[in-house]
């Protein structure tokens, strides 16, 4: 297309070699809000999807999201990993909230630092799914349809409501959590009752620091970014992610290769 010929290995070297200078950080002047999560990669030598890549995103004033922190290691840990290098840019904002699907390794890497907890309304009708199946509810089922639509109910939080009508919210939405979680061990369902006893601390934090956010669609959308990437075959893990710190950081910290360090982007001089 241009006149010249590039070898395939060279891109990929080029990759590898900028992609490993590149480190995320957060943003002091966007929101204190993010979400984490993580997706499968798939390793050499492994079979499956051996590892995890653990994504924090950090949402924009004007709408959007940008990446703060990436990461790559097993499923059941390395998010320590990840919130080490931001932890002094996270401890700058008065507090900063922080949506999750559940999993308890964030929860890990957290720790000690002023990071409100919210549970993700939208995962919890969908992995509750899964906990009835684990429990032989049919699906369909009388029980199955009335604990579906109990928790998509509890989990419908309407915004715009002064301080009255969120205490009245909260007192309301507890106490029928409270009878789903009775309604579930009565019957024997105890993956249901023990998920849902696991997301009741975390589940309506948001709302009562009147704070705006209770879903993590957005980080899913990040994950699809990824996932169109990294389903072509086998990676290293350093080959994953330093092609993901690159691809990442073009798609939503609007960097460009050959720019000056940006904000929340830093570049290593090679």
């Known amino acids: 297309m241009f006149g010249v010929t590039f070898n395939r290995m060279k891109v990929w070297r ?27 990669i798939p390793i050499i030598g492994i079979k499956k999807r ?13 709408g959007g999201v940008r990446v703060a922190g990436l990461a790559i290691g097993k499923y059941d840990s390395g998010w320590d990993k990840l919130f080490a290098p931001l932890r002094e840019t996270i401890k700058s904002f008065k507090s900063f909230l922080l949506v ?27 992995q509750l799914k899964h906990c009835l199946w684990a429990d032989k509810v049919k699906r369909k089922s009388p029980d199955w349809l009335k604990i579906i639509g109990k928790i ?18 909260l007192k309301e939405k507890r106490a029928r959590l409270d009878e789903l979680i009775s309604f579930c061990e009565t019957m024997g369902y105890q993956s249901c009752a023990s998920y ?24 899913e959308r990040v994950m699809r970014t990824v996932n169109l990437r990294v389903n072509v075959g086998k990676w290293s893990p350093a080959g994953a992610l330093n092609a993901m710190n690159l691809r990442l950081a ?3 910290n609007d960097w460009l290769p050959g720019e000056p360090e940006m904000r929340g982007v830093t570049i290593q001089r090679l």
């Open 100 to 126: 999750t699907d559940g999993d308890t390794s964030i929860f890990k890497g957290v720790k000690c630092l002023n990071v409100i907890l919210q549970r993700c309304l939208w995962h919890i009708p969908h």
């Open 14 to 40: 080029c990759v590898q070699k900028v992609g490993k200078t590149i480190s995320f950080d957060l943003d002091p002047k966007a929101l204190p809000n993010g979400e984490a999560d993580g997706t499968g």
């Open 50 to 62: 051996g590892m995890e890549l653990k994504v924090f995103i950090q949402k924009k004033v004007g």
């Open 250 to 252: 073009h798609y939503y």
């Open 196 to 219: 849902l006893r696991n997301a009741k601390p975390d589940m309506f934090s948001a709302l009562e620091k009147r704070l705006n956010g209770k879903a993590s669609s957005l980080v």
């Open 152 to 169: 998509f109910d509890i989990t419908a939080i309407r915004t715009k409501m002064d301080d009255a009508e969120i205490e009245a919210v």
